[in-house]
């Protein structure tokens, strides 16, 4: 079985953005329609990615009760200047259902971005590993202490 898997989505990401104040902390409940279709093409990249076993809702080694936790690298390459690593936040919550029941669990994050002569994409890195070992070890190195 494959720990990790890795996908590349083509294009610039889209924003997430808020909706708009209307008072003291109160906010519209507008969703953006274009951050809507982007987030359901970041899904796509990863259905089509993801391993079969892919391990959404395993908990750890030996009926261990701590639930899996993901470590995730997302980069982002840009032809342009102006994006910052705030453009990348969204995927984690786009993935959630996909690779992860609940992006509660995706545990560390890394964001990065950098500029490319080619083409605007976000490379995403996603690994699965065991919180009760104290350090992140890909899941398919317990997989075989049962």
């Known amino acids: 079985m494959i720990a990790s898997l890795t996908f590349t989505i083509p294009g610039k990401p889209s924003?997430?953005?808020?909706?708009k104040r209307f008072g003291k902390g109160q906010r519209s409940s507008y969703r953006d329609p274009v951050y809507e279709v982007w987030k359901a093409t970041v899904a796509m990249y990863a259905q089509h990615a993801k391993p079969r076993g892919w391990p959404m809702h395993a908990r750890g080694p030996r009926g261990g009760k701590r639930p899996m936790l993901?470590?995730?690298?997302?980069?982002?390459?840009y032809t342009g200047a102006g994006y910052d690593a705030d453009n990348l936040r969204g995927i984690?919550?786009?993935?959630?259902?996909?690779?992860w029941p609940n992006d509660r669990r995706v545990k560390p994050v890394t964001y990065d971005c950098r500029h490319t002569d080619g083409a605007d994409?976000?490379?995403?890195?996603a690994i699965a590993w065991d919180p009760s070992k104290g350090r992140m070890r890909p899941w398919f190195e317990w997989e075989g202490e049962r």
């Open 92 to 99: 984690p919550d786009a993935l959630e259902g996909v690779l």
């Open 121 to 125: 994409r976000v490379e995403v890195e």
């Open 70 to 77: 993901y470590a995730v690298t997302i980069v982002g390459y």
């Open 15 to 19: 924003t997430r953005h808020r909706g």
